[in-house]
T-cell receptor
Framework: DAGVIQSPRHEVTEMGQEVTLRCKPISGHNSLFWYRQTMMRGLELLIYFNNNVPIDDSGMPEDRFSAKMPNASFSTLKIQPSEPRDSAVYFC???????????FGQGTRLTVV | GIQVEQSPPDLILQEGANSTLRCNFSDSVNNLQWFHQNPWGQLINLFYIPSGTKQNGRLSATTVATERYSLLYISSSQTTDSGVYFCAVEGGSYIPTFGRGTSLIVHP
């Protein structure tokens, strides 16, 4: 398996624009996580899906952020409108059921200017 | 939620030295993982170790779940070991919660 695949790897956008980050989990994994990493806050969970259903979205900062998982092999994280404080590295991770390892994608480095 | 504390926050070593990184957690856990974030930002799985001891080359890890801590040992450190080491634990929700990491610099 190619692992968790995220796209794009880098994104530079202007404030106010819509940004869409994409993630393809490892085949067969039924848990998917979106994390954001900043120097100030470290790695923080944004949202957790299990079997394509959002289970915990308490980490989503505000209404500008939304995430979807239309099927077992694809998820998106959307920011609309984007703001400079959204600049961070966004990671997607997936794992199997219960006591299994989580594997991370290479991340998307987002810069909002 | 579970609190995860890692120590030390920063560590500087000379190549060839040994080190021990610690992860304390505030509640019982189902899973525990150690990751290495390399200078390119990639999170690399080191150990999946909810309990017991594992070894992989120069690295080993021990988790004492009853006492709520895990240790990562790095022996004969190399410059390629530089980066940030994260501990992530999962409680009943099976959501990985990360500590703030230990930043390691190994000088040649």
């Amino acid at each position: 398996d190619a692992g968790v695949i995220q796209s794009p790897r880098h994104e530079v956008t202007e404030m106010g624009q819509e940004v869409t980050l994409r993630c393809k989990p490892i085949s067969g994994h039924n848990s998917l996580f979106w994390y954001r990493q900043t120097m100030m806050r470290g790695l923080e969970l944004l949202i957790y899906f299990n079997n394509n259903v959002p289970i915990d979205d308490s980490g989503m900062p505000e209404d500008r952020f939304s995430a979807k998982m239309p099927n077992a092999s694809f998820s998106t994280l959307k920011i609309q409108p984007s703001e400079p404080r959204d600049s961070a590295v966004y990671f997607c991770a997936s794992s199997g059921t219960g006591n299994t390892e989580a594997f991370f994608g290479q991340g998307t480095r987002l810069t909002v200017v | 939620g579970i609190q995860v504390e890692q120590s030390p926050p920063d560590l500087i070593l000379q190549e060839g030295a040994n080190s021990t990184l610690r992860c304390n957690f505030s509640d019982s856990v189902n899973n525990l993982q150690w990751f290495h974030q390399n200078p390119w930002g990639q999170l690399i799985n080191l150990f999946y170790i909810p309990s017991g001891t594992k070894q992989n080359g120069r690295l080993s890890a021990t988790t004492v779940a009853t006492e709520r801590y895990s240790l990562l040992y790095i022996s004969s450190s190399q410059t390629t070991d530089s980066g940030v080491y994260f501990c992530a634990v999962e409680g009943g929700s099976y959501i990985p919660t990360f500590g703030r990491g230990t930043s390691l610099i190994v000088h040649p």
